[in-house]
């Protein structure tokens, strides 16, 4: 009786062991994550607009009508945007649209996340040479950059729990079906 009483108790700390080691394979072996829309991350962009920014007390950039476009397999949200550009003297004013994107950048601290190494892809402003398009995109470059490094594009919600998992590790951001992925990880 005795034996039979040990091997109902080793038999039962086993089940316990792979229980548990079940448990946290099931909890464990799936990365979390959080999925944002394009819709989602439209919103939170269009809060920022229009910006307007001065370079050189002589040049004012205004920013607006940004549109979200997230590509298959890229870690870069590119957007669309419309820009208008006004200089003093001699009083000019350009028009004109830009596709611009970025790499999507996580601060644990402030829980937020941040649009970096911004980069003017594609700009045509109408009645502007080439010269001074690409003049215009370097500067324009330089502002958005300025600006997005300063201010969050989406900030997370830490009253729901898939967003307070981020307070982990963020280990992968990509675009996967046109959502902007971001895979948590131990």
Request: hydrophobic content about 45%; proline content about 4%; aromatic content about 8%.
């Amino acid at each position: 009786m005795r034996r039979s009483v040990k091997l109902l108790r080793v038999a039962f700390g086993l089940a316990l062991l792979l229980a548990g080691g079940l448990a946290v394979w099931f909890l464990f072996a799936r990365e979390p994550e959080i999925v944002l829309t394009a819709t989602q991350i439209q919103a939170a962009i269009e809060k920022k607009f229009p910006i307007v920014k001065r370079h050189f007390e002589i040049i004012e950039v205004t920013y607006s009508d940004p549109a979200v476009i997230l590509e298959e397999g890229s870690d870069r949200i590119r957007f669309g945007l419309n820009a208008a550009t006004s200089l003093r003297s001699p009083k000019i004013d350009l028009r004109g649209t830009a596709v611009a994107s970025a790499r999507v950048a996580y601060d644990k601290s402030s829980a937020a996340f941040f649009l970096e190494d911004p980069l003017i892809e594609k700009i045509t402003i109408d009645g502007l040479s080439e010269k001074w398009t690409k003049i215009a995109a370097e500067m324009g470059t330089l502002g958005v950059r300025k600006y997005l490094n300063q201010h969050p594009v989406y900030k997370l919600n830490p009253d729901k729990y898939k967003q307070n998992l981020v307070k982990y590790i963020l280990k992968d951001v990509k675009v996967r079906d046109g959502k902007l992925v971001l895979t948590l990880g131990l």
